[in-house]
Nanobody, 130 residues
Framework: EVQLVESGGGLVQTGGSLRLSCAAS????????IGWFRQAPGKEREEVAC????????YYTNSVKGRFTVSTDNAKNMAYLQMTNLKPEDTAVYYC???????????????????????WGQGTQVTVSS
């Protein structure tokens, strides 16, 4: 059974940094794609970043490019989202997601990318104060 548990959220001032962690179990990272999503109050969930360790492919939504970095530590079964230069509009619940790499389709969009994932964590709150 795939399980994902996010941590590392919190309250930070504008311009600050946070690193979100996603502890994964039930699968091997080499065979899976990892995604980070977020959902702000009153808004739809949106893609933030995606990482496919099999070939090192990374995808970001345009609004976080240059500020957020997605990575994994396959030996520890951990995924990370390093967030820098945070802005109030980054305030949201952030979710980690995973899908088998042979079942994931990543599509480029005007805003960045879109991908559908099968397994989800419970989310961690990130609040950026102005």
């Amino acid at each position: 059974e795939v399980q994902l548990v996010e941590s590392g959220g919190g309250l930070v001032q504008t311009g600050g940094s946070l690193r979100l962690s996603c502890a994964a179990s039930g699968f091997a990272f080499d065979d899976y794609a990892i995604g980070w999503f977020r959902q702000a109050p009153g808004k739809e969930r949106e893609e933030v970043a995606c990482f496919i360790s099999l070939d090192g492919s990374t995808y970001y939504t345009n609004s976080v490019k240059g500020r957020f970095t997605v990575s994994t530590d396959n030996a520890k079964n951990m995924a990370y989202l390093q967030m820098t230069n945070l802005k109030p509009e980054d305030t949201a619940v952030y979710y980690c997601a995973a899908s088998p790499v042979d079942e994931i389709i990543v599509v480029y969009t005007p805003d960045g990318f879109r991908a559908d994932f099968k397994s989800w964590g419970q989310g961690t709150q990130v609040t950026v104060s102005s």
